[in-house]
């Protein structure tokens, strides 16, 4: 009976050994991996910057290329449910906010929210915002602004705030 | 100890998102807030995308001060390393924060860079290097980190074994705010690596009574319970463990093995009815946890103890019945697994719009595959090996995409090239004429402008005469020639006419000077706006004449070059990715086959008691019926 015990056991160890072998095995080769990942991370990386670049020369080039930004006024708690751009007249941008981009723009997150050609000159631009305050209550604003667009890239940046913040409920700076 | 990095990856992230500009009124650079909304979503690769060529033209620039990303440097330095370690990317990381450390900073931000760099070491498992990276910070550290920096010197000396040291660090943590919980729990664990374990449990009872609100340090408030319970059941105090279990939240991710670990407090004590009251409440929950599964066995277990055979019986039955179930379910999730549905499942693109994806995934219906996708999660390894495969998903999707764009660039370019090239030859004549003709009005101007000036120091009357007068001018001139030789009274009559006419003119023109220098001055500036006119309109021709030509000429080499980047990078990620895969589906499959070989000996026991049970319930109703 002892011997039957002790290759009983004998067995158990070699196949705990074998598990332990196979769990360390695994470990190193997902060590070895994740390192390669990172190689594969840092490479699309840089295409995807090199990317960037050419599709920006050739389908925003800078004497017509204008960008539209969107952020909430600091600490602002307006809960934004959607925003409509346009320009000139035309509609370019409606975008409707999940919680998660909404909960990125109170931390201080700015979205780019259309990029496009105009030519150079005076344009204007429509904004038009919703949503609800704090207390409820819908928030519904629309301003309009005029930009000049000159050889180089155009940058719009629209702040939103409640109509109760004191602030302009919609602003818009050139950047 | 586990959780403490990823504490300390939340609060890094915090401090990174802290460290962003408070909109409206700080922020100088758009771009700089886009990368900042992209992290906020979680969205790494699009953030270190735009915060790595913001970062780029930066530094490319000659004069970087004038850029907008000046105003946020320090923090966009931070934030490019944040991103990399939440995106997984430690060297990089490691690099980006070594530039800021060993950069010309201020002495709170170089400490910082210490920290972070500690913060990446600790994460791979480096603790010396880790504890030489804090060994760095010295003077000033920003108030915000203080207790963090603390923190992290605490656990580092734990992971290197010197407990003692850890406990004087953990001490002082104690009064911490961000920290509570935390530092209550790690201080119990390192006593208890010192050897001081009546110490250790002190602590570790403070621990598990601390006043905390967020999920994190109500978590770890349940896990300083579970240990401490675990320990004073092991030391066989019985009273004292059934108090710290009791104060495990029900519905916490400890709970399941505080309810174990309770109802095993009381059978050791002999409390076999009580110890019914969390198997019974166990035995109800998700199946596929383990302790569930040995809820299973306890109970009828406890039954048997308080000799309710019967019922003791009837629960080992359904218990056999379970481990039944669930083997097969097992053996279908090894099955498929094998098969590649597991990864198949795993990328499916709807399932990651919902946050609870892991459940929802278990929850699909003839899927399973993933069915103990929960359990796997436990296990650091598959956590591992699942980011990466789904991080590799997603580089291998963006891949494809760009792939695609390829085509579409080239077709633009040829719809460009196809609209300019018959129109440019025609448009390029026009233009040299007109080149021509405003040069020389360009040198006309020129000559003028230079003329008028010159007027202003040495006058020339002669210069600002009308054509009228310079047409009489002429007439005089031409006929004084012809008077020349001529000596006769009438002749010398017609010359003093013409002295008198050409004095007439002459005085005229010197008593108008300044009248008509005035007025010349006046049409030159009239003329400066219709030539600056034309001069704009003259530069954005050229401009826009350029800009024809750069918008279809010189993109085969970059295109050229792009797409076979992409294509090595997509070959190479695809290789990874099934290794990764495979990786994944064997450590997948070991924990399965753990837990099969788990579920096998349960139901050994389970068949062997369930027997024992109807034969005492056989012969306990025998002796009862006997008169």
Partial sequence: MPRILGAVAAVLLACWQVAALAVGDDREQMKGLDEQVQEAKSDVLGIAAELARLEEKLLYPSNTQVAVFVALAAGDTLRLDAVRIQIDGQPVAHYIYSFKELDALRKGGVQRIYTGNVATGQHQIEVTASGKLPDGTDYSQSRSFTFEKGVEPKLVGVTLASADSGRPPIDVGGW | MRRAPSRLLGLGLAASIAAGPALGDDLRDLYFGEAIFHAGQGHYFDSLQRLDTELGQYHGLDEPQYDTLHYHIGAAEFDVGDFELNYRMHHRAGRAIRAVLEGDVPEPVRNEAAYRLARIHFQKDQPADALQALQRIDGEVPEGIRDDVEFLRGNVYMALGRPGDAVAVLERLQRSKDLTGFAAYNLGIALLQDGRTGEAVEQLDRAGQVDVEDAGGRAIRDKANLVLGTMLDESADHARARVALDRVRLEGPFSNQALLRAGWTEAAAGNFERALVPWNMLAAREVTDSAVQEALLAAPFAYSKLDVHGRAASLYGRALETYGNELERVDASIDSIRKGHFLEALVREEIHQDPNWVVRLRELPATPETYYLMALLASHDFHTGLQNYLDLEDLRQRLASWKTSFDAFEDIIALRAGNYEPLLPDIDASFREF??????????????????????????????????????????????????????????ALRERIARARGTLTWRLHTEYHERLTLAHEHLRELDAVVEATTRQYESFVRTRQEATHSYVGYDAAIGRLRQRVDAALAKVERLQARQGHLIETVAIDVLQARRERLVAYQEQARFAVADSYDRATRQQTSEARP
């Fill in chain 2, 435 to 492: 080149d021509a003709q405003f040069r020389l009005r360009m040198a006309q101007h020129e000559l003028l402008e230079r003329r008028l000036h010159g007027m202003l120091t040495a006058p020339r009357p002669d210069y600002l005469a009308t054509a009228d007068e310079r047409v009489v001018l002429e007439r005089l001139n031409r006929m004084e020639a012809q008077l020349a030789d001529a000596d006769s009274e009438q002749q010398q």
